[in-house]
């Protein structure tokens, strides 16, 4: 899983550079994101622009990544291709992380 | 009956399902399916390799998951097979969408696995599982078009 990363303040943009977080890719994504929020990043922009495809496993993944963060903790999802966004409503994952179309957007909301 | 059909086959091993997938995804612009629905068949097809890979052979590699691609007059109909450990008979049955609801304000306690089968049934229109006289199991998949 390639990632590229920047702060923003006391936000952590990381952009997924892979187009798939599908179960081959889904335990390293989950590792990095966790190294992120051990590093002492709790507010998190991820974008998902070069993401073609999600299954249950990558969502798996993200949910993993949201419960280390905890209550204080926040993760944004941006960029979201249209057949991805529509994977996130059908398991309604869309009510668990803040979505939206651009990456200025997630980070204004955070701010 | 018209039927267009093709088989392919990967070893059980994850890095080798995107393959699957992109070719499904693929031939689904035959139908013509849209881009939401294309991925949907694809991610409903992924979601039954990835489990005959985990459940099926235990993570195995070596072993093979076949999957046939068949056009028929007014559906398309999916077979993922395996010669593994058979699915409970039940399990179709039990996989409710109701399984994919969650509460956004208490996420800790959200299942990290086990969305697969209700995504497939929220997304096709029929599933069935059979296991033959040789031990192969086939999840079938059909959308109707």
């Known amino acids: 899983m390639q990632f590229e990363e920047r702060k923003e303040g006391d936000i952590l943009i990381v952009e997924v550079l892979n187009n798939r977080l599908d179960a081959q890719a889904a335990d390293d994504f989950k590792e990095k994101m966790v190294g992120y929020i051990s590093g002492g990043n709790s507010q998190i922009v991820l974008n998902m622009s070069a993401v073609d495809f999600v299954d249950s496993s990558g969502l798996g993944a993200m ?3 949201i419960k280390s963060l905890g209550e204080n903790g926040q ?3 941006c960029g979201a291709k249209e057949p991805v966004m529509r994977m996130f409503k059908l398991t309604r994952m ?3 992380f803040a979505m939206f179309e651009e990456e200025t957007k997630a980070v204004e ?3 | 009956m018209k039927q267009r059909k093709i088989v392919f086959a990967i070893e059980s091993d994850m890095k080798n399902v995107s393959l699957i997938g992109m070719t499904i995804n693929k031939l689904c612009s035959l139908i013509p399916f849209s881009e939401v629905e294309a991925y949907q068949v694809e991610l409903c097809v992924v979601e039954a390799v990835n489990n005959c890979i985990e459940h099926a052979y235990g993570s195995q590699r070596g072993h093979q998951v076949e999957v046939v691609f068949a056009l028929e007059n007014d559906k398309l109909v999916v077979d993922v097979c395996d010669t ?5 008979e039940k399990a179709i049955e039990k996989a409710d969408v109701a399984q994919l ?10 299942a990290e696995q086990g969305r697969g089968l209700p995504i497939m049934k929220q997304i096709m229109d029929t599933i069935t599982y059979n296991t033959n006289d040789d031990g ?3 999840l079938t998949l059909i959308k109707n078009i």
């Open chain 1, 63 to 65: 949910v993993s990544v």
């Open chain 1, 75 to 77: 993760l944004s999802v």
């Open chain 1, 94 to 96: 869309n009510k668990v």
């Open chain 1, 109 to 111: 909301a955070m701010s």
């Open chain 2, 84 to 88: 593994g450990k058979s699915m409970d």
């Open chain 2, 101 to 110: 609801n969650i509460d956004p304000d208490n996420f800790h306690t959200m």
């Open chain 2, 136 to 138: 192969k199991n086939c």
